[in-house]
């Protein structure tokens, strides 16, 4: 069974910046679309980004042209590069297939607050 691991978050100030990871197990991973997710508080998890096994990517609008989502297949590691930070960005952090098929992880807390 795949298993991911999300790191990264953090807090930080408006208008900063964080470099989210997600290494997964398995050697499915290079051929599986793959996305991050949030959920706010008491809110319901959502899309951000998702990048399909070639390397195309899409964004949400609220993140569009601030955040940007990579894959390394040789690491089986997803990134989640988000720049310019605001407060209505801080959530925990997911990653999964855009399927959302695989087991989730634990998330990785970010904050944006000055």
């Known amino acids: 069974q795949v298993q991911l691991v999300e790191s990264g978050g953090g807090l930080v100030q408006p208008g900063g910046s964080l470099r989210l990871s997600c290494a997964a197990s398995g050697s499915i991973f290079s051929i599986r679309a793959m996305a991050w997710y949030r959920q706010g508080p008491e809110k319901q998890r959502e899309l951000v980004a998702r990048i399909s096994s070639g390397g195309r990517t899409n964004y949400s609008d609220s993140v569009k042209g601030r955040f940007t989502i990579s894959r390394d297949n040789a690491k089986n590691t997803v990134y989640l590069q988000m720049n310019s930070l605001k407060p209505e960005d801080t959530a925990v952090y997911y990653c999964?297939?855009?399927?959302?098929?695989?087991?989730w992880g634990q998330g990785t807390q970010v904050t944006v607050s000055s």
């Open positions: 999964n297939s855009v399927l959302k098929d695989l087991a």
